[in-house]
């Protein structure tokens, strides 16, 4: 019997929350399938996205590198082209890589043209896709103003609605992104509306949606008979709107919304960057108690549902025979405040922000040993790219992909591994550099984080923050308020210094070939700032040696 092909399930989930998982502690809320995940494989409990917004974050988990390198530092920036992703990597190791779901990814459409890319080549249109081939896109936000659209690309779910019997030019927000109140549309777009039931059939919605595509790819390659693959599966919820179908809208209640973890002294003589945050338009909804009581149990219905579809997913691999084949990664490109530390939304670095769920089953006998545990390395989104490159049964490109190759972990082995963990968010683009008056190269925020202390260095001359999560695991005590030479400061400044000094750009050449090259021009003849010919080996010298052969003249 031939062997099956090895595939990977790479799931993620738009703005989940690390602790939102009831295998991650959570008091009321039950995933039993994140769980029956995670009973199976490792959970990770330090792994930090390389961004908090969700597109710089996507393409350093695509190509594998960090914000700093790639540069698509925020929603809307293209991703250069010619940078290589995991789609490029895996395909040099024979496998194929597929998109369901959301990359919030922008083409390099300059780029493109200018080096004659056509974007409906096979070449083109990968680079136009985060490395993928697609088999739906849906980044999910179909928002609709005065000016048209917030996506101007053809949604595959709006036009599955509309084959569904739901009216409209825009039925995703008609029908799944509101409710119906006595009549009138209750937008998802205002949070007083996030405890009713959206106005569509449950089994209609995204997340359902978007399991049953997941299920159709994975049938159409098992007709196929090809392989292997790689499906990033990647839904929008439960990132905001924030409403959810009956009956997941009540399944949950205010009594289930924890006090939220915030502090006075968080406001006093804040940060500017986090005091600017603190007063924008989404912290101050979230500061209200009543905006929490309705978003946070709509925020973990959402969750809920997605724990169903992902029992969907599992039960077809499980009734295919496709578990003992198949590595399945469930994460998250970033967290949600939910109005913790005065804050909604993502953007800074308290764990509820910049950690990120990590899950992975890994199904080969080499990880018996380590099934059912938890791992609380320091691991990084860009992990990821290198741990499917090596599934894939490729030598991991060290010269490209910046993470680091998490199968040792998964194999019960203690490797040597990094001291600090990065992550970069640059706001440039928001409200708030224009309410500092910085320039756009002056509002980028940088965190280093060594497992006790994190630090948050902000460019355009403003003081750091520095916290120990060991003493004041809530994050509440800004340490340079008190202690503005406190000595953490040079230690983790020196760790952003040897960061900064990473090998990033040398894309073309790896090390290998570079000691492969070591005194190959020797042997081709280029013998240059040689005294006598006595300090190279005689072969180098049989080309210019001998009796004299020019006969010019004569």
């Known amino acids: 019997m031939a062997k099956k092909p090895m595939n990977i ?44 917004i969700c597109g710089a974050s996507r393409m350093s988990f695509y190509t594998g590198r960090y914000v700093h390198s790639h540069g698509a ?51 083109g249109a990968r680079q136009a896709e985060c490395g993928f081939d697609v088999w739906h896109r849906d980044d999910g936000l179909w928002a609709q103003g005065p ?36 009549g009138s549309i209750a937008s998802g777009w205002i949070f007083a509306n996030a405890d009713k039931p959206a106005n569509i059939a449950e089994e209609d919605s995204e997340t359902p949606w978007l399991t049953t595509e997941t299920i159709s790819f994975m049938e159409q390659m098992r007709a196929r008979g090809t392989g292997p693959w790689c499906a990033h599966v990647s839904y929008i919820k439960p990132h905001w709107p924030y409403i959810v179908p009956a009956p997941y809208n009540d399944m949950f209640g205010p009594n289930h919304v924890p006090a939220a973890t915030r502090h006075k002294k968080e406001q006093e003589d804040a940060q500017p960057v986090f005091g600017a945050y603190m007063h924008n338009k989404i912290a101050q909804a979230f500061q209200r108690d009543e905006v929490r009581q309705k978003v946070i149990p709509a925020y973990m219905g959402l969750i809920k549902q997605c724990d169903d579809q992902l029992g969907r997913i599992l039960d077809d691999l499980a009734e295919n025979g496709e ?22 939304e993502k953007d800074l670095f308290h764990d509820q922000s910049v950690k990120i769920p990590m899950i992975i089953y890994d199904p080969r006998p080499a990880a018996d040993a380590t099934r059912g545990t938890t791992c609380d390395a320091l691991v990084e989104a860009i992990d990821l790219a290198a741990t499917f490159t090596a599934f894939a049964g490729a030598d991991v490109p060290g010269h490209i992909l910046e993470g680091r190759d998490l199968t040792p972990w998964l194999s019960g082995d203690v490797p040597a591994w990094r001291a600090f963990a990065i992550s970069e968010f640059d706001y440039a683009s928001t409200p708030v550099g224009a309410k500092l008056d910085l320039a756009p190269r002056d509002c980028r925020l940088f965190m280093v984080f060594d497992g006790r202390f994190k630090m948050m260095h902000a460019e355009g001359g403003l003081r750091p923050m520095l916290f120990d ?33 990473r090998m990033s750009q040398r894309v073309t050449i790896s090390d290998d070939d570079i000691v492969a090259k070591r005194g190959r021009s020797l042997r081709r003849g280029v013998l240059p700032f040689l005294a006598d010919g006595s300090e190279v080996p005689e072969e180098l010298l049989e080309k210019y040696i001998g009796p004299t052969r020019q006969k010019h003249g004569e």
């Open 73 to 123: 530092a925020w929603n809307g920036f293209p991703l250069r082209v010619g940078e290589q992703t995991m789609g490029d990597h895996l395909r040099t190791a024979g496998m194929e890589c597929w998109l369901i779901g959301k990359t919030h990814m922008k083409a390099d459409a300059e780029g493109m043209a200018r080096l004659g890319l056509n974007p409906d080549s096979e070449i």
């Open 147 to 182: 000016d048209g659209f917030y996506d101007e690309k053809r949604s595959p779910y709006n036009e599955y609605l509309k084959t569904k019997g739901y009216d409209g030019e825009n039925p995703w927000h008609d029908y799944a992104n509101a409710g119906d109140d006595a």
């Open 469 to 501: 999560l060991q003493n004041d695991p809530d994050e509440f005590d800004d340490l340079v308020k008190s202690t503005p030479d406190h000595p953490m400061l040079e230690t983790l400044y020196g760790h952003l210094a040897t960061w900064s000094r």
């Open 9 to 52: 399930l790479f799931v993620m989930y738009d703005q989940l929350r690390f602790d939102y998982l009831s295998c991650a502690g959570h008091p009321h809320l039950h995933t039993p399938n994140f769980d029956r995940v995670a009973a199976k494989g490792v959970r990770f409990t330090n792994a930090y996205a390389q961004s908090t």
């Open 323 to 344: 578990m003992d084949s198949t590595m399945i990664v469930l994460t998250s490109d970033h967290g949600d405040y939910l109005g913790d530390h005065w804050l909604g």
